[in-house]
Structure formats: C-alpha cells, structure tokens
C-alpha cells in the first residue's frame, strides 16, 4: 500500500487467547534498517470480538524523518493479559506486507 509522508498508518492485529490480549507490537523496516514500530498500549484498547477472539490497532504515524522506501513488517509480537507473558511472535521473511513511501 502507498503512503505519503505525513500520512497515519493503522495496523489492525487479532489474536485468539484464553483471557484477553494485552498488547501488540508491531515493526516496519527498510533495507536502511530505518524502523518503524509502535505498541498497541499507546493508542487503541482490546477489543473482545467472541470466541477467545481480541483486536488491538496500531497508529503508526509516518514522520518526515522516515525516507522515500519501502518497509517490510519485521515481526509483530503479542503479550496475554493474565500472565503479562509475550505468547507470540510472528516473524517472517517472505511475502510480508509493506509500507510503502513515496
């Protein structure tokens, strides 16, 4: 997806556990290693949607720090209410989505 500088990006994370999802953290890299990451606590709540179901989204917002390119998600990693305990990280190395900005 293409953005612009300036521009708000939302990462919208859901994840099944037992009791609820505490946090996500998700991180966008270039080829530069210029990052872009963000956890769930700073901007959204959980939201139960049934079945051990819970969404949290991310605001990323894309400064005019960050260059012309493409970022790679890296790894998204989720944390679990009751045992405050991360119980997934997502870590892929082909067919990851992007950010793309012109």
């Keep these: 997806i293409d953005y612009e500088v300036g521009e708000t990006v939302y ?3 859901v994840a099944e556990d037992e009791t609820s999802l505490k946090s996500a953290y998700v991180l966008f ?3 530069y290693n210029h990052q872009i990451y963000r ?3 700073e901007v959204s709540e959980v939201e139960s949607l049934g079945d051990n179901l819970f969404k949290r989204t991310i ?12 970022f790679n998600l890296r790894y998204v990693t989720l944390r679990d209410e009751l ?3 991360t119980i997934s990280t ?3 190395t082909e067919n990851l989505p ?5």
């Design 98 to 102: 992007q950010i793309n900005i012109n």
């Design 39 to 41: 956890s769930s606590n």
């Design 59 to 70: 605001k990323l917002n894309l400064n005019e720090q960050l260059p012309t390119s493409t």
């Design 90 to 92: 997502y870590r892929e």
């Design 83 to 85: 045992q405050d305990r």
């Design 29 to 31: 890299e270039n080829e």
């Design 11 to 13: 990462v919208t994370v």
